[in-house]
């Protein structure tokens, strides 16, 4: 049970948090033939352009309705006309979502309100979807801004089914938090298949962000669920929603459609696919397949196999919360102590980690708490590299951004196979980091019962 | 001289106890487990040979033969070197089909030239391997001419697989730096203070957590056979005034022929295990004195051990809340066990399985050889049975070699190695907090729990752990039902793992006079492996008079 505290300071120092507009901007991203689109400066836009680039290495699609000084002050009605105008003539949208940003905010622009007349004004888009979601920069985090997106897009696009107790219960909701990989929603997706069950994916970033090479050019979303898909969710018999910020819209899905839905705090590790196949046997009426039965015997051999590197390790983590739980609690089960933990967001679920304290803070946190504890595994986004320089410890990339690793869409760390994977990364990542920097020398035990005072770490291991 | 008449004067070694008790022809057996067809796990001869020297960290190691020996097996010890790196490179001839039929003398002769150009070690040890052995290469020849030619010590190590197991390839590796290494060179100086440690392998750099203490009391290692060895470190050994042999007789042959050939006494002890450290150490000193040291080196190894101890269980007492009355399973043997045991019980674990109550040094001996046969039983059990064991034993944790790992892991039991193949130094006195730490570590690990669960589809009964449980309790019953297969069940339980002897025949025996276990030994032939079962046939003995009918066939192993 860990309490959650707020970093006391005024200066944010290489801070782990992103910004609500784009986290919504790549819950957009999973929907096909969708241009994201930032109602803010241009900045706003391209400087979570640039971060996602870097982090996909793909072409991202997302526009800004650029807003100037003056428009600014005076509001921002003509900017969003205009760049909704502009996209669907230049770029032939299937669907716009239009995010809020700190500038259109503090400002109080009435997004719903500019939609509404840009309808009246132009009523060949009476019946082109329009998502808005308001997500000021100045709250929340990368994480909510998802969340809030999620939401929208059920209100606005799913349609209400004509006859509630008429259920498709082959079909499944999934509504994927943001801390799947479009791997990890493969992987959820295969799972699910394997069972007879045909899965719909909001958002399905699976199919747009996996880094694959399109037929033709497109200047927007090359992949992801449709629009129609969407609106035919209300037909599903079940909802599966993963990580606690999708219980929102998973709610929302179920008082407008009926559809039950359970939610999954975490899929990495053998409880929680366990608790996943459990679910999926249960509402296929199915038994597992052999391939399950195989994997699982492989993840708990990989557990045997891995505890004896990752077991004692003092864990350093910083992740948004539900990826926190996720991963932070899997590498608990492994025998990992979490010893600093740093998020960047309220959430439920923070409490059910197993530490005495999450910090809603930054990297310096992070990076003090790791160095006061002697923390010798660190698990954050790209932007840990330094602290973990620094601090001369191992250092696993999880999360976003990862720009300074390739593959980063690809990473699968749920299910059977994927914990089995990650496993095996980070065990391997400590048996590298031992050989690089464990010398033993005829004097490393010159002085031992110094060091055992101290409590410094003296090295005791040697890999070969 | 022949690999075959070395190997005859390795086995008549006199400075091994078990030996001594053997009788001419059961010395020209061996000393060691006959290998069975189809039931031996264990090293060659090369791959003893080649772990006893390869520590020497600035010597080229070359394996004449093809690339099997050496291209399947390199690189894989965790001994350290505080210097060079050569060791750890990998030299073979790598034998082709073509040298097999014209010879490979000439490539191994030219293999030298190239290691002595590209690499020019102090020295080359060159391994024999079985099949340039069978076609005949002469490697005492071609190392005879390369060290003449090449004017470096090029040394033939006689050593391919088939002449028998790892512990004999020791004894060979012994051997050959008898014949050609110690005594070649005379050390820059010496001092009354230096001392030979032999058998000792510097893995995972655990000789560290001693040589502190011994370079504190100003004793020199003159030379380590082999951990962090140097060449002409063991070429000038010969000028020791004393010798440690380190926890294995695999290399007694040297040091008894040390003793004989330059009058340097040795004697057995061990790191391993807070009270052992002290009495080696002590041991160290009072050989010293004995050949001319200052007597005052006893005060200051009597106040070190004293400190080191204080400080030990300081650290143990520091730890005990956290493990008191977990139960450890010990299964090992060898002479660590005994260490071992001493610091788990200090530290507040109970030990089930073997029993251990008492810490008297009376029960030292037969705890040891308790516990060895322990460890060869659980060698040759079912994974079904074994997890039975653990079950019954309600234990905590199992520590064992490395060997029964993965029944261990795969019965989902916490497990920790404390044989050769592991990671973390366990010697001397803070090897054995370290010991302590990583059980707890171990044990607090929450993985267990975790894989232990049942899966999504797992039906009540049907676990291969139920099964296996329900399998053993249905022959149990079985059994029960029939007293004539019940007791041939009982008679059927193997005492003595080497010869393969049942309870029966060893029953039998005694019945039929035998009452001692020499006398046991000479009409079954058990003990007469490894010897670690003689604690058994004792208290068979001890048993008192053998009930039942004799049976008519006795069960003797083939002579």
């Known amino acids: 049970m860990a309490k959650v505290s707020h970093a006391k300071k005024s200066c944010s120092v290489n801070p782990l948090k992103m910004s609500q507009p784009i986290g919504a901007a790549l819950a957009f991203m999973g929907l096909r033939g969708c241009m994201p689109l930032l109602h803010g400066s241009q900045g706003c836009t391209s400087f979570g352009l640039v971060l996602f680039v870097r982090h996909f290495k793909e072409a991202i699609p997302m526009q800004t309705t650029a807003m100037s000084e003056v428009a600014t002050v005076l509001g921002g009605f003509e900017n969003v006309e205009q760049a909704v105008l502009n996209i669907i003539q230049r770029t032939k949208p299937e669907i716009i979502g239009i995010a809020t940003t700190g500038v259109t905010e503090t400002k109080g622009d009435d997004v719903d309100g500019f939609i509404r007349l840009i309808r009246q004004r132009n009523p060949e888009l009476n019946d082109f979807p329009l998502v808005h979601v308001s997500t000021p920069d100045f709250t929340g985090a990368f994480q909510d801004g998802f969340e809030k997106a999620v939401v929208r897009l059920v209100d606005e696009l799913v349609r209400e089914p004509e006859n509630a107790a008429q259920k498709n219960m082959r079909a499944v909701n999934v509504l994927p938090g943001s801390h799947l990989t479009p791997g990890d929603i493969e992987e959820l997706r295969t799972i699910i298949e394997d069972f007879g069950l045909a899965p719909t994916f909001l958002p399905d970033i699976g199919q747009s962000l996996d880094g694959h090479i399109p037929d033709d050019f497109t200047p927007t979303t090359i992949g992801g669920v449709g629009v129609d898909e969407v609106a035919a969710m209300g037909e599903a018999g079940w909802t599966i929603a993963v990580g606690e910020h999708m219980r929102a819209a998973a709610e929302a899905l179920q008082a407008k459609t009926g559809a039950p839905y359970r939610l999954f705090e975490k899929l990495c590790g053998l409880e929680a696919s366990d608790a996943l196949i459990a679910f999926l046997m249960e509402i296929s009426g199915r038994e597992a397949p052999a391939k399950y039965r195989r994997q699982r015997g492989q993840l708990v051999d990989a557990m045997l196999d891995g505890h004896f590197h990752i077991g004692g390790r003092k864990l350093a983590i910083g992740a948004e919360p539900d990826m926190l739980l996720d991963i932070g609690s899997f590498l608990n089960d492994m025998g990992a102590r979490i010893e600093a933990a740093v998020t960047t967001t309220a959430s439920p679920i923070l409490q059910k980690l197993e530490t005495d304290e999450v910090v809603i803070g930054d990297l310096e946190d992070l990076e003090r708490l790791a160095g006061e504890k002697g923390c010798d595994l660190l698990v954050t986004h790209s932007h840990g590299r330094q602290a973990a320089e620094r601090l001369n410890i191992p250092f696993y990339r999880m999360g976003i951004p990862m720009f300074d690793r390739i593959g980063a869409a690809h990473e699968v760390s749920i299910g059977y196979r994927g914990s089995r994977d990650l496993i095996f990364k980070i065990a391997n990542l400590i048996i590298a980091h031992r050989e690089a920097n464990t010398h033993v020398t005829p004097d490393t035990w010159r002085n031992p019962w110094d060091a055992e005072a101290n409590g410094a770490a003296i090295a005791t291991s040697f890999s070969h | 001289m022949s690999v075959s008449s070395k190997i005859q004067d390795v086995f008549n070694e006199p400075g091994c106890s078990k030996n001594a008790n053997k009788s001419t022809k059961e010395k020209k057996k061996g000393c060691t487990k006959q290998l069975q067809p189809g039931g031996a796990a264990g090293g060659c001869a090369f791959d003893g040979a080649k772990i006893a020297l390869q520590p020497f960290a600035d010597v080229a190691h070359l394996v004449h033969g093809p690339i099997a020996c050496e291209g399947n097996s390199w690189d894989n010890r965790g001994s350290a070197s505080s210097g060079p790196t050569l060791w750890r490179t990998s030299f073979t001839t790598d034998m082709t089909e073509q040298d097999v039929v014209f010879g490979g003398e000439k490539k191994l002769f030219k293999a030298c030239k190239e290691i002595i150009e590209k690499y020019d070690p102090p020295a080359i040890f060159v391994y024999q391997t079985c099949v340039p052995a069978m076609i005949g290469d002469d490697i005492g020849a071609v190392c005879k001419a390369a060290s003449q030619k090449f004017n470096k010590p090029v040394i033939p190590v006689n050593v391919p697989g088939f002449v028998g197991p790892k512990n004999l390839g020791n004894k060979l590796a012994g051997e050959a730096l008898l014949d050609y290494v110690i005594g070649t060179v005379e050390p820059e100086y010496t001092t009354p203070y230096d001392i030979n440690i032999i058998g000792e392998f510097n893995l995972a750099g655990e000789f560290w957590q001693v040589k502190p203490l011994l370079d504190e009391l100003g004793i020199r290692i003159l030379s380590c056979i082999s951990g962090d060895g140097r060449y002409n470190e063991v070429a000038s050994s010969h000028r020791a005034r004393a010798t440690m042999m380190v926890c294995s007789k695999a290399m007694i042959n040297v040091a008894r022929k040390m003793e004989e050939r330059y009058g340097i006494p040795f004697f057995e002890g061990s790191f391993y295990g807070i009270e052992d450290t002290s009495d080696s150490l002590k041991e160290l000193a009072r050989l010293l004195i004995e050949r001319g040291a200052d007597p005052e080196l006893m005060d200051r190894v009597n106040a ?256």
């Open chain 2, 304 to 559: 070190v051990c004293e400190r080191e101890e204080k400080r030990a269980y300081a650290a143990i007492a520091a730890l005990k809340p956290r493990v008191q009355g977990k139960k450890v399973l010990l299964i090992t043997g060898g002479v660590k066990s005994w260490s071992v045991v001493a610091a788990l019980l200090e530290a507040g674990f109970e030990m089930v399985g073997t029993s251990v109550k008492k810490s008297t040094r009376e029960d030292k001996e037969r705890i040891k050889e308790l516990m060895g046969q322990d460890a060869h039983m659980i060698e040759d059990m079912k994974p079904r049975d074994m997890y039975k064991m653990l079950r019954d034993a309600k234990a905590d944790i199992m520590l064992s070699g490395g060997r029964s790992q993965f029944v261990a892991l795969k019965a989902t039991m916490p497990w920790l190695d404390i044989n050769q193949e592991r990671h973390h130094g366990y010697m001397g006195y803070f090897g054995m907090v370290n010991l302590v730490k990583e059980i707890d570590r171990t044990l607090s690990n929450p993985v267990w729990q975790k894989v232990r669960k049942p899966a999504p589809w797992a039906k009540v009964g049907d676990s291969w752990q139920e099964r296996a449980l329900a399998q053993i309790a249905q022959e149990q019953e079985a059994l029960a039902a029939d007293p004539a297969k019940a007791e041939e069940a009982r008679r059927a339980k193997p005492v003595c793992m080497c010869k393969g002897v049942t309870l029966g025949a060893i029953e039998d025996a005694i019945r039929d006079g035998a009452a001692t276990p020499e006398a046991v030994k000479e009409k079954t032939a058990a003990s007469g492996g490894c010897g670690a079962c003689a604690v058994r046939i004792q208290e068979i003995l001890d048993q008192g008079a053998i009930v039942g009918q004799p049976t008519q066939t006795i069960n003797v192993a083939a002579e």
